[in-house]
C-alpha cells in the first residue's frame, strides 16, 4: 500500500512523524508521503522538519518516507507561489486542500491547484468537467479518499474521470492508526464505486507511477 497524503502532530494529525510512518510500516505499506497542511504561516517552519525526520527514518526502516505538505484553505492567488515554494525548499510530494462539499473551501481553488502543477488535488469535491480535462491536461492526480467526511463525492469523481480519462489515485487522508486501510479495504471501498478490477489495479499503479515517475524510491 501507499498513501500519499498524511497529517502528523505538525498539523491536525495524532502521532508524531515517526509513529505515524512506524505504525504504516507496520500495516504493510511501502511508501508514505507526510503532508501536513501549511499556508504561508507556517511552510517555512513544518516543511524541513518534516524532510529532516524523512531522511532519519528511510536510513533504518523498511518503508519510504517522503516528503511533502498539503496546501490548504490559501488565498486562490498564493497557491502557484506556494507550490513553487515547496519543491524548491525540498517537498517531493505537493498535494492542494481541494474543493471538498465538507468545508469551506474557497471557489476556484481546483482550478488554481490544476494551473499551478501540484502533484495531487485532493478531494476535490463537485469538480467541473473542464477542470478535470486540465488535470489530465497537466498530469495533476486527483484523489480518490477514503476519509468519510471527503469521500461523499468519490463516485461521481470516478465516473467522471474515467469518461475523460484524468488519472486517479486512493490516499487516506491520514490523521491517525484507523486511517491506515488495509489493502482488502481500500479495494473494497473502491469496488463500492462501481469500478471494475482493472479500474482499481490501476489506481493502485498511478500511485507506484508516481513513486517511481518522482524517483521517490
Known sequence: MIDLHTHT??????????ELVRRAEVKGYKVIALTDHVDSSNIDFVLPRIIKVCKVLNRFWNILAVPG???????????????????????KIVVVHGETVAEPVIPGTNRAAIEAGCDILAHPGL???SDIELAKKRGVYLEITTRKNHSKTNKRLFKMAKVIGAKLVLNNDTH??????????????????????LDINQVFKNSEDIVRNKKLN
Open 127 to 129: 469538480i467541473t468537467k
Open 176 to 197: 491517525s492508526e484507523e486511517s491506515l486501510k488495509t489493502r482488502p479495504q481500500a479495494t473494497a471501498i473502491l469496488r463500492a464505486l462501481g469500478m471494475t478490477q
Open 69 to 91: 505538505v498539503e496546501i490548504t484553505h490559501v488565498p486562490v492567488q498564493e497557491i502557484k507561489s506556494l507550490v513553487k515554494f515547496a519543491r524548491k525548499n525540498g517537498a
Open 9 to 18: 502532530l505538525f498539523s491536525d494529525g495524532e502521532l508524531l512523524p515517526s
